[in-house]
Every structure is written in C-alpha cells, then in structure tokens.
C-alpha cells in the first residue's frame, strides 16, 4: 500500500474548499472563513465519527472486542495480560538480576517467618496460620501480579481489621478460663471466621475484577490511604499492650475499641507481669535501634540487617534455658503443627455479617496494594495494571483461604525491604516462599519457647514507616489545605471510631471536597492577547483586551446537577440578562449610555461531561440570550457533551452555525458580525490578520468620527 493511500489530502491555506473559504475571498488569498463543527465533520470527519447512541457505542466496541479476541494474537496477548510473568521473564537478565532476586527473596522471607507469627496475633489465631499466609498468597501473587517489586502477605492493618471481625464473629466466653480443649475449639473457629473474611474478600474482588473496576483506585486519594495506615498504626500500637505487659484481658472491638483499650490497661495494670514487661523493653531496646541503622545506611549496608530473626532466635533460646514459660508464666508461642492443613471451604453460616466485614477488607487491600505497586512502578519506569491487580489479590485472598489463610494483601515493610535488599522482579517472591515453606516442613519445632512479648515487639517496631509518615503534614499542609484537612479527618475518624468505619469517613470526605471544589468554580472572563489570537483569562492580566459588543467566557467544571446552579448564577451576574433585554429595547448603548453586548462564546473546553441537569440549563442560557437578542455561539464541546446537548434539543434553539470547533473561530466569526455594525476599518482589517487587537476597531473608527 503506497504512502499516499493512507493518508488523507488536506487543503493548504489559499487552496479552493467549498464552503470553507471565506466568502467573497479569492483563491490563494490564505483566508479560511471560521470552522463550525458542522463543517468540521463534513470535510474531516467521517461516518465513524458521528454522535452514536450510548447503545450503538456498547454494540459496536461488543463486536470489535469479539473479533480481536477470535484471533491468535489477540489471545496470546490476552495470556499474557493474566500472567504478567510471561511479559519480562523471556527478557529477563539472568546474570545481572537472579542473586540480586535471590538474596532480596531470602531476606523477606527471613522476615516472613516471625511477622507472619506477630500477625497472627493481631487476627486472633494461633502463630502458625500467619506463615500459611505469609507463603500460599506470596507464591499466587509471583504469577499473577504486575507489582515487581511489591512483597504480599500479612499486613498489620488488614490482620487488625479481621481481628475485628474474627473476635466479633466468634466472641470468647464469658469469663475467660477456658480449658486446652475448648480453647482448641474456639481458635479453631475463629480460623474459620477468619478464613470466611478472606474468601468473600478475595470473592469480591473478582467480581469488581469482572466489572473492570479498577479505576475506582483512582478514589481511594493519597491523604485517604495514608492516613488510613498512620491510624491504624495507632490502633496496632494500642492493642498490643496487652502483649506486651502480659495484662489479662480480653480484646475490645467496635467502635471506640482504642480508648476501651487504653481504659482496661489502666484498671489493669497492677496486674501486669514483671518478666513479660522485661522482654518487651529488651526487644524493643533491640529492635528499633536496628531498624534506625537499615533505614540510615541503607546505601551502605549490602543487605538490611535482619533484627527480628535475631531477636527471636535470642528470646527463643533464653525462655528454653531459663524456663521463663514455667516460673515466670510467660506465655509461649507453643508448638507449630508441621505441614500444612486438609484444605476446606469456609463456612456459609454466617455470610450476611462476613460480607459487612469483608467489604472494607476488600477495599483497602486494592487501595494499598495498588498505591505502593503505582510508587514503585514509577520509581522503576514500569507500569501496572489496576483491574490486573484486583485479580491477582482476589484469586490471592480466595485460594489462600482454602487453606486457613486471613485476609493479605501488600506489605509496606516487607516491600522496602525487598528493594532495598536488591529486588528486581516477582521472582524474588519464590525464594521468599521456600524459606517459609521450610519452617513450615522442618523449622517449625524451634519457635516453640519464643515468648508472645517479642512477637507484640515486632508488630510494633514494623509500624514505624507508618508513624513516620505524619513527618509529611507541614509539606501537605504548604501544598494544599484542602489535602490536609482530608488526612486530618480520616485519621482522626480511624482513630477515634474504627478502621473500616475510618476508611468511609474518608472517603466521603474526600468526595465531598470534590464536589465542593466544583461549586466553587469561578467562570472565567476571557481576553485577547494583542497581536495574537491567543485568548487567556482576563483577571491574570490587565493588558488583555475585549471586544466592544463581544464578551468570551470559560467554564471550567463539569455542568451537572451539582453545579447547574453555581452555573446559572455566574452566566446570569456576568450578563446580566434582565438589564441585557432593557437595553436591547432601547436600542443599546446610543441612547443609554451602556454597552450592550451582541455575541457571547462559551468555551465549553472545561466541560467534561455533562447530565441532563446540565443540558437543560444550557438550553434555557440560549433561550435566554436569544430573548435579549444575543447572539450565542458555543466553541470546542468535546463529542459526548455535544451528544448530550443535541439529544436534549440544542438544534432547536441553535443552528449549526453557532457551533465552533475552537474559540479563535468562534471569535473570527463574531467579529466578521460586529464589523458590520462597526464598520470596516483600519483596526478590523489588521484584527482579519492577526496583527491587531480587537480594541484597534473601536479606536480606528473614533478616529474617523473625530475626523468628521
């Protein structure tokens, strides 16, 4: 096919078009009269190009899309979209990358084991159930994720949330001595609940996975999610005083769950235990210095300093050699089952009151996952796939939990530490999973003294990236107020009422700013650039100028029914429509002294889209400007807005001629009528080539009258 058969022959300037050429203009004279969208679709629009239906755009993208997808290269490509893996793994560099994959995938996974442990914890079941998590869900992910740098498993503010939701689902008796069998019975239970909270999570995002919802991670702002993590960092630090202390009491939930907490501790505190109180601070002593020098040297050390692992094993060894378990009753981890569980289907009995709690589970799994995969990704200049991610996390949560596995998701700690540990891609995440699955296999026996104190410690200690993120309000505070306020609100909802509770506050709050943002839009004023046709707002310069008669004007916020009054009251202040009709019955500004303005151009460049609020309240600005005998014409509507406009009945009020396809034509063709009440001079003719400004006319034509 030869070049020329695929392009299209545009006309130069001066060259014969029809009717776009001026009237009256020579051949060659370089003149083009102002293009109307009419005229636009006729000469370089195409059949393809018309202002379809809504139901023939669904049909016809349904037909195109089943086409592609019958061919062979449409479904390799197809393959390869589900299974990211198979995008760089041809291209990966074995070389240069493997030990970096390598050493980055035994460092998280060295960490895996006593986080998994510490999670647990916080989901209320037994240790061995957070290495389960932190294994079957890694190992889905490395298939299925677009993430390359993004560590999954247990997260601290998910594990928080399902033990929520696992302690409200199956409560713990009254009184709380519970002998080894029924203790057995009710973290059995409680397995379940928690497996239920993670398959119904994972369920979920399949279904918005199908429904191709991946653009509502678009919703869920920065101020929202990081708030939402600095919260519930609160909330982890509060409820592991009881761990931490050695306190008896049973964990409080609900609303207001922080300060029923803070409350317990205090009445309880005489009663806390000495050696259990010991450990903690010796953890802690060791844990966070440990955590300052990785995050200090970063660059210098070759790969972080794996403090928890040494921490356990150091509490493991001196609980076994001092018997701290028997003499001290300090509570233990116990025995981890070898192997894995008889995988099972999750219970149904309770789905109404699971499906309440898996939603917002559900929901901050995407947020989080996809806001860490999105900074990375642009740190590394690659890109990730929303809708891709809701599968990958989806099938995570809804397989993992075949096998007793809580709810999982992204992990800020564990993904700082793969980068900084030289990851480069998902396959980092199979090395991670053989040092879990040996603990599970072979390693389990050895975490039998670890006390539970160290295991609150690391909870702790791996929440500082969380706190630290407050350090970020006085640079949010400088960029924007309106961003800051959101942080504020939801971090105070999360705190004082609940996570999931929280996360709704914030992001209703956040929407509603949205919305209040538009009703505050201002319609701009614009003005002609002298010697250019180039038209800005009038209030950032005082050197612009206006056209007597003509007035342009910009409205940059969607036109719906949140706005349609915002709209109608500035069109109605900047025309003054009612002074508009008197003066037009008196003949304008010769015999009262006022301007009287003949055209108006809405740019509708700034209208997004538009509802059927909207187009009526556009319709009824023409019928008003039409009875003050104003000229209106309409510039640049983007084809959905003109779709709706024409749908509701724009033609009949206006003609085709009234519709530009940008604002210089707009003002081109209003100044072609106002020449005609002004007359043809000087000024007019250098405005006709650009070389002028719109003010040149008036004055040109004082100057005749001067002249007499």
Not at 16 to 45: I, N
Not at 90 to 113: E, F, I, N, S
């Amino acid at each position: 096919m030869s070049e020329s058969s695929r392009t299209v022959s545009c006309p130069v300037l001066g060259e014969e078009l029809d009717p776009v050429t001026s009237p009256g203009s020579e051949a060659g004279s370089g003149v083009l009269s102002p293009l109307t969208e009419a005229l636009f679709q006729r000469h370089f629009g195409g059949a393809e190009q018309g202002l379809d239906s809504l139901s023939d755009q669904l049909l016809r993208g349904f037909r195109d899309k089943l086409l592609r997808t019958c061919s062979r290269r449409e479904a390799w490509r197809l393959l390869r979209a589900r299974f990211p893996p198979l995008t760089w793994l041809p291209w990966y560099p074995w070389r240069t990358w493997l030990l970096g994959d390598a050493v980055a995938g035994v460092t998280v996974g060295v960490v895996h084991v006593p986080q998994g442990m510490a999670f647990a914890l916080l989901t209320s079941v037994p240790p061995v159930f957070g290495l389960y998590t932190s294994f079957f869900p890694v190992l889905i992910y490395t298939f299925l994720g677009t993430g390359r740098h993004l560590s999954t498993g247990t997260f601290a503010v998910l594990s928080l949330m399902t033990g929520s939701a696992v302690e409200s689902l199956v409560p713990e008796p009254p009184g709380g001595n519970l002998s080894s069998t029924d203790r057995m019975q009710l973290d059995l239970q409680r397995v379940g609940a928690a497996a239920a909270v993670a398959f119904w999570s994972g369920a979920l995002m399949l279904g918005m996975f199908a429904l191709q919802l991946g653009f509502l991670s678009t919703f869920l702002s920065e101020p929202v999610v990081k708030a939402l993590t600095s919260g519930a960092a609160v909330h982890v630090l509060v409820s592991q005083l009881q761990s931490l202390l050695g306190l008896p009491f049973p964990r409080q939930i609900g609303y207001f769950a922080l300060f029923k907490t803070l409350a317990a501790v205090l009445t309880a505190l005489p009663q806390s235990s000495p050696a259990e109180l010991t450990i903690s601070a010796l953890s802690l002593a060791l844990l966070v210095p440990v955590k300052e020098l990785n995050v200090r040297f970063r660059e210098r050390l070759p790969t972080p300093i794996p403090g928890e692992v040494f921490m356990v094993l150091l509490a493991s060894l001196l609980c076994f050699t001092s018997s701290l378990d028997t003499r001290y009753d300090v509570q233990i981890v116990g025995s981890l089952p070898i192997g894995f569980y008889q995988p099972s289907i999750p219970s149904l009995s309770t789905l109404p009151l699971v499906l309440a709690y898996s939603l917002p589970i559900a929901l901050v799994t995407f947020a989080v996952s996809v806001s860490l995969a999105s900074i990375y990704a642009d740190k590394h200049n690659y890109t990730i796939n929303p809708n891709q991610e809701l599968l990958a996390h989806g099938v995570s949560n809804l397989v993992s939990s075949l096998f007793s596995c809580f709810p999982n998701s992204a992990s800020l700690a564990t993904t700082s530490l793969l980068v900084d540990a030289g990851g480069h891609t998902q396959l980092a995440g199979l090395f991670s999973c053989a040092v879990v699955l040996s603990v599970l296999l072979w390693l389990g026996p050895l975490f039998y003294y670890l006390p539970k104190a160290v295991l609150a410690c690391i909870n702790i200690s791996s929440m500082r990236q969380m706190f630290f993120q407050m350090q970020e309000l006085p640079h949010l505070w400088h960029i924007s107020k309106m961003d800051f306020t959101v942080w504020l609100v939801t971090w105070v909802a999360v705190v004082t009422l609940s996570v999931d509770l929280g996360l709704a506050v914030g992001v209703i709050f956040s929407m509603m700013t949205v919305v209040c943002r538009t009703q505050r839009i201002q319609c701009l004023v614009l003005g002609q650039v002298k010697g250019r046709q180039l038209f800005c707002p009038v209030r950032e310069s005082s050197k612009l100028c206006q056209v007597p008669g003509l007035r342009i004007f910009r409205y940059p916020a969607p036109l719906y029914f949140g706005t349609r009054g915002r709209f109608r009251q500035t069109m109605g202040q900047l025309l003054g429509l009612e002074r508009q009709e008197e003066l037009a019955k008196s003949h304008g500004s010769a015999e009262t002294g006022a301007e009287l303005v003949q055209v108006v151009i809405l740019d509708c460049s700034g209208i997004i889209f538009m509802d059927v609020t909207g187009a009526r309240e556009l319709l009824q600005l023409a019928n008003q400007c039409s009875a003050a005998r104003i000229h209106l014409l309409l510039a640049q509507c983007n084809a959905p807005v003109l779709g709706t406009l024409t749908r509701a009945g724009l033609m009949d009020i206006l003609t085709p001629e009234q519709l530009f396809v940008s604002v210089q034509d707009a003002a081109a063709h209003a100044l072609e009528s106002l020449l005609k009440v002004w007359g043809e001079g000087v000024g007019g003719e250098k405005i006709m080539r650009g070389e002028g400004s719109f003010r040149d006319n008036k004055e040109d034509r004082k100057r005749k009258l001067d002249n007499g």
